[in-house]
């Protein structure tokens, strides 16, 4: 199950945000390194977590989770606009149709992460094609960019790779159309809609 989570539906979800909020921290800090902010010792939150951020979050049967991603609407700050607008050769996209994905990541250990991360991007199609989300953009550094490629979506590079902070990095645009969506599930053997959107629909 694909769990999407807006800034009204928080309290609701303030475990499953917390859990994320430290798994995020176990993966990009302590396995990865990142030099981002880490408050009370447990929880990456950075700038960009803010009531403009929607959450995905791919969970087991019993709720358990098995990864995320952050999506962050191009009209506002961005990842991208504002950390690493040097990765786009033609300007940072921008526009209401325009998302940034970022944060997605996957639990170490878990029995299939591609699979998890087809389901994530399959969750993030549907929630693009429900709101008129025509592109998402993303910033990945290399060695996880095949891991990227091989979900199977239509990208493009939005310029060269470049060092930041001893590691080399890339912008990506992915465009998302209704094939897009058709070509996920077929890879990912789905046969329908993976989004949950729990707190909306039961309002």
């Known amino acids: 199950m694909i ?4 800034a009204a539906d928080r309290a609701a979800f303030e475990s499953q945000l917390a859990e994320m909020y430290r798994e995020r921290k176990r993966v990009f800090v302590d396995r990865l390194g990142w030099e981002v902010p880490v408050v009370a010792g447990e ?3 950075d700038q960009f977590d803010t009531d403009r951020a929607v959450y ?18 191009s009209t506002g700050p961005t990842l991208l606009s ?13 526009g209401g149709d325009v998302w940034e994905i970022t944060r997605m990541c996957t639990h170490p250990g878990i029995a299939d992460a591609k699979l998890v991360r087809q389901k994530l ?10 709101n008129g989300i025509r592109r998402f953009t993303l910033v990945s550094h290399i060695p996880y960019l095949s891991a990227l490629l ?3 979506w239509d990208c493009e590079p939005l310029g060269l790779p470049q060092e930041h902070a001893g590691q080399m990095v890339g912008a990506l645009v ?3 159309t209704p094939d897009t969506l058709s ?17 909306r629909d039961a309002a």
């Open 3 to 6: 769990q999407l989570i807006e």
């Open 43 to 45: 929880f990456e939150i």
């Open 56 to 73: 995905v979050l791919a969970l087991d049967p019993s709720g358990a989770q098995l990864g995320s991603a952050r999506l962050l609407p």
């Open 82 to 94: 504002e950390v690493f607008p040097h990765l786009c050769e033609r300007g940072v996209p921008r």
């Open 121 to 130: 991007m399959v969750g993030m199609v549907e929630f693009a094609l429900l």
């Open 150 to 152: 091989a979900i199977g």
């Open 174 to 176: 992915v465009n998302v």
């Open 183 to 199: 070509l996920l599930r077929m890879r990912a053997n789905l046969r329908g809609p993976v989004l949950r959107w729990e707190v």
